[in-house]
């Protein structure tokens, strides 16, 4: 007994798991296979899995004992054979198939094959002479695939003997893409064989016509760079040149290559009895899937010269010649490179890139994100685009970071100085890691994947495979802490030593001239490096505690603002605040230990110019991003009473009234920081503006009526709201559309009058701010422009008992009291109710009404304007859903008491309720109502002004798409959507408004 549990002690020692059926395993192999078991059992210690390696070994011995036999019988080949077998089920399936090929451990020194004798033995597997097989199609085919196996596993007992797999990585990936190479080769040879010797059909050429077809294989991304996986999939692009002075043009040489192309993948890819190798991935090529999958040298430049997309370039980066006419590669490979090492000077270049790498991230289903070692964030993708961007900024001027691998590009990044041989080290070590971590995953079934497992039993061994701990959970700690580390890397190698060039930095080892310095800003989106320069020399000089803070953020702030859409003025807005707030305790102390707080305060300084100019003001408010409720709008009722305090601190009007409009400016730009960050909801953001916009009149009226003889012992007076303002619909950069009202109580009427126009003079000079005007707009008073600013409640009653139009009746529709004395509100909203609710419309008014909302739309487009672009008075904008509701209003306002609304969505609401509008067209209307809300209250925040009509210009459509939180990159996706919402609502308003696709002429007098 004693002897048994010895024995399962050392099984166990060994790294034996299941140990319930190893002895009998053993026992078995014995019998099937004459061994010391003594001496070879010390071998499974060295496998990663030696459960797996012991039930691979057994599977082997009990088919092919013989071969097994002969494998195991030295130490220097049973060792490498059992440490394979542990590693690969792939492999170990490769041997029960192929056991001939046990004897890849015999006669081997260990090292890794040359590309030469990889080749050449690949080749000689097909039996190739001057570029033709001496086997056919499917023979032809198994033989390269057997070889090929073959070296694939003297490669992993190389790489699996490694103390530490990272000492020996850069070897294994450079070994595994010339055995990939080799492989191209023998497969394009067989291809030839069967070209020339098709009996029939349009695969058929003449044997002398394909052997003088050049015919070039360029390798792209890990084939190009010399470091394969065990499965890549190999990217590829094709080259083909005829031989004129022997008749072969390049029209047929094409014809003929394509083929050969076609061939040589089926070759490596295709399903077959002995398994497809791994995918050959053309698409890499011009235009794509779409494009010619062979095309001559000649056709390949004239694409890049006139049509080629930045992503394009960087990919070519790692271009090189790899299998077939290494002559013609060669050439491509030359006549490319001035088009790669320029790239980075095209428009928007850096955007395409990093919009790429969010493209990659964003395709990851959820739940792998995490476990994703290649496209996750912290993962080897993201060590890619960073050197590759690095590279491509500045391989234009300095030729010796234009390195293909990766690791070879680190390490002439840093010896040039452009980034720090610390950061380059640790970096590069990372990467290896991954990398190693990504190849043990696929050795072990030869399939191509990236995630890491969740399986315990798995880690566990994934951790012994890699050296890299002893246990499956210090491995995913270690994994984690990489991660980290990698996710930090684009601040450490890209930012920081911009720092260099303008700052006095004694242990900074990275010295960028300021000319480098100003190409790196210019990559990554700044249209004014030396500008930003300027900026980041002011704000990191000297060595004082807030410098020396600076120094230590900007870094990150910068790559914050480059992923911004204007990161220009951001800068210049961020320098402006740290001036005005860096001598203050909390801001720095904020963005240093917050960094949710300083990502944010950066993207809205580079997303938003109308919040740059705000917080230019207002400084302070820059600490509200670290609550989040401090950025959501403050009730009317909280604003009026912070107004009542202000009014008792100031007897005088001037200082009031200036107290008042900081009030709504500093409430203005809550909202504005809520809206860009994402937290107010378009009706909750109306509301607030609203709410500020009635304070702010409530407020100055309130001034205003301490005055003598303006009081409500004199006369009562009051404010109508109108339009969206009445409808609590305001969205940035709205007029406030009001009318005033008045009742002579003590005065007489025309000295009642008189006082009623001096309050409207003074509440226009109280409410005027330059910085942020309040345009209080009466245009939809009684007789528009013509009529007197302000009416008593009589003459408002005799006038639309006798004279009012429609459209007055219409405007109606949305007046609310805002401020003034609570009774002549209620009156007047009274009297509008008998006018905007009548009991019977007349079909002729209805008819004016169509009428006039034609003549709007033919007459009130700025000139020139595209209609489809008006969110305002546009086709299918918010003109078409206002109209549409208020003619409802207007035709049964006076039976259905929900109508009676001023809100414009609450009103439609009721209407679908009451059977008036389908379901259907009520979705349309609503959504391109909210749409065109949000979209004008966007333009505002985005360019710092006001407009209704829709940019053309690409640079300011994706500066307003990422307000409204569309990715980068957007612009033509804003214009799409928008365009698409207003056109179902127009055509759902030409049918439902006009009664059809026709329009009523408008009027014209």
């Known amino acids: 007994m004693r002897r048994d549990q010895a024995t399962l002690t050392e099984l166990a020692r060994l790294g ?32 990663a899995d030696p459960d797996e390696a012991l039930h691979g070994l057994l599977g082997l011995a009990r088919s092919h004992p013989d071969a097994v036999a002969a494998a195991l019988a030295e130490a220097e080949h ?29 006669a081997w020194d260990g090292s890794l094959p040359t590309r030469n004798e990889l080749v050449e033995s690949l080749l000689e597997s097909v039996g190739a002479t001057d570029g033709f097989a001496a086997y056919g199609e499917d023979e032809g085919y198994t033989r390269l695939r057997v070889r090929y196996r073959r070296w694939l596993a003297r490669i992993a007992a190389h790489d699996l003997a490694a103390e530490d797999p990272r000492d020996v990585f850069d070897g294994v990936a450079s070994a595994l893409s010339d055995a990939a190479a080799a ?14 010797t098709a009996t029939s059909g349009p695969g058929r050429f003449e044997a002398d016509e394909v052997g003088r077809t050049r015919f070039s294989v360029i390798g792209m991304g890990k084939a190009g760079a010399g470091e394969l996986n065990y499965v890549s999939d190999v990217d590829v692009i094709f080259v083909a040149e005829g031989d004129e002075d022997h008749g072969l043009s390049n029209a047929r040489a094409v014809d003929i290559a394509t083929r050969i192309a076609v061939l040589s993948m089926r070759g490596i890819s295709q399903p077959d009895i002995e398994p497809e190798l791994w995918e050959v991935d053309p698409n890499l090529r011009p235009e794509g899937k779409q494009g010619a999958l062979v095309r001559t040298l000649e056709s390949h430049l004239a694409y890049y010269d006139r049509w080629a997309k930045s992503w394009e370039f960087q990919a070519l980066l790692k271009a090189r010649a790899f299998a077939g006419d290494l002559d013609l590669g060669q050439r491509y490979v030359d006549a490319i490179s001035p088009l790669v090492w320029s790239s980075a000077g095209r428009e928007n270049f850096v955007q395409s890139v990093q919009r790429m790498r969010e493209r990659v991230t964003e395709n990851i289903p959820t739940d792998e994100v995490h476990y994703q070692l290649k496209l996750g964030p912290g993962g080897l993708r993201d060590v890619e ?155 990191t000089a000297g060595v004082s505690r807030r410098a020396i803070i600076q120094r230590n953020l900007l870094p990150v702030m910068l790559r914050w603002l480059a992923d911004g859409a204007d990161p220009d003025y951001g800068l210049l807005a961020f320098r402006r605040l740290s001036e005005s707030l860096g001598t203050t305790h909390w801001f720095l102390r904020m963005l240093r230990d917050s960094s949710g707080v300083a990502e944010k305060l950066t993207h809205v300084l580079s997303g938003s110019r109308f919040i740059g100019e705000l917080l230019d003001q207002i400084p302070e408010a820059a600490a509200w991003l670290e609550q989040a409720p401090e950025l959501r709008p403050r009730s009317l009722a909280t604003l009026e009473d912070e107004i009542t305090a202000i009014l008792g601190r100031h007897d005088s009007d001037a200082p009031a009234a200036k107290a008042i409009r900081r ?71 709205s007029d406030a559309d009001i009318m005033y009202v008045y009742r002579a109580t003590a005065l007489p009427n025309e000295q009642t009058h008189l006082a009623a126009n001096r309050i409207i003079s003074e509440l226009n000079r109280l409410s005027e701010d330059h910085r ?22 009589e003459s408002y009653r005799a006038y639309y008992s006798r004279w009012s139009l429609t459209w007055e009746a219409q405007a109606l529709l949305r007046a609310r009291g805002v401020a003034g004395d609570e009774a002549l509100q209620r009156d007047f909203q009274t009297l509008a109710d008998g006018i905007r609710y009548p009991a019977d419309i007349a079909e002729s008014a209805v008819r004016e009404v169509k009428r006039i909302k034609a003549r709007v739309e033919n007459e009130r487009l700025p000139q020139g304007a595209d209609p489809t672009r008006h969110v305002k008075l ?10 549409f509701v208020q003619l409802l209003q207007l035709q049964h306002g006076a039976t259905i008491p929900g109508l009676r609304t001023t809100s414009t969505l609450e009103a439609l609401a009721v209407a679908v309720e009451n059977g008036l509008v389908p379901d259907e067209t009520a979705d349309r209307l609503r959504a391109a109502w909210i749409f065109a809300s949000r979209l004008r209250s966007a333009m505002t925040l985005w360019l710092n002004k006001t407009t209704d009509v829709l940019p053309s210009d690409r640079m300011q459509l994706d500066g307003i798409a990422r307000v409204l939180e569309y990715p980068p990159g957007s612009a033509a996706q804003l214009e799409e959507d928008y365009l698409q919402v207003t056109r179902r609502a127009r055509s759902v308003f030409e049918k439902q408004f006009y009664g059809g696709p026709a329009r009523p002429e408008p009027t014209t007098r």
């Open 385 to 539: 685009f960073t050197v590759q961007l690095l590279q491509l900024v500045h391989g234009a001027a300095e030729p010796g970071v234009r390195e293909r691998g990766t690791i070879a590009a680190l390490t002439a990044l840093s010896e040039h100085g452009f980034i720090g041989r610390e950061e380059a080290g640790e970096f590069a070590a990372d990467y290896r890691l991954l990398r190693v971590l990504e190849h043990r995953l696929q050795l072990h079934r030869l399939r191509r994947t990236h995630l890491m497992p969740r399986d315990p039993d798995a880690l566990r061994v994934l951790a012994r495979s890699s050296t890299f701990a002893s246990t499956g959970e210090a491995l995913v700690a270690l994994w984690e802490r990489t991660k980290h580390e990698v996710r930090g890397l684009h601040e450490r190698l890209f930012y920081r030593p911009l720092l260099s060039a303008v700052a006095s930095l004694p242990e900074e080892e990275v010295l960028l001239s300021p000319e480098q310095a100003g190409a790196r800003l210019a990559a990554i989106g700044f249209r004014d490096p030396q500008g930003a320069l300027t900026h980041i020399a002011a704000l």
């Open 16 to 47: 034996f798991a299941a140990l319930s059926g190893v002895r009998a395993q053993l026992d078995e192999l014995i019998e099937a296979v004459p061994l010391d078991l003594d001496e070879v059992l010390p071998a499974f210690a060295k496998a």
């Open 183 to 196: 492989a191209v080769e023998a497969s394009i040879a067989v291809a030839r064989t069967q070209l020339a």
């Open 78 to 106: 049973r060792i490498p054979l059992i440490r394979v077998l542990g590693a690969s089920v792939g492999l170990a399936d490769f041997f029960s198939r192929h056991p001939a090929e046990l004897s890849a451990f015999n």
């Open 874 to 883: 546009g086709r299918g904008s918010l003109s078409d859903v206002e109209w």
């Open 772 to 793: 942020l005007p309040l345009d209080l707009d009466v245009g939809l008073r009684p007789e528009g422009k013509n009529g007197p600013v302000s009416r008593s409640l």
């Open 663 to 733: 009030l709504r400016r500093r409430e203005i730009l809550r909202l504005a920081l809520g809206s860009v960050t994402g937290t107010l909801p378009i009706s909750e953001l109306a509301r607030g503006l609203t709410d500020v916009t009635t304070a702010t009149i409530a407020g100055l009226l309130r001034i205003i009526r301490r005055a003598d003889g303006l009081g409500e012992e004199s006369l009562e007076f009051a404010v109508i709201g109108m339009g969206r303002y009445g409808g609590s619909e305001l969205g940035f950069g």
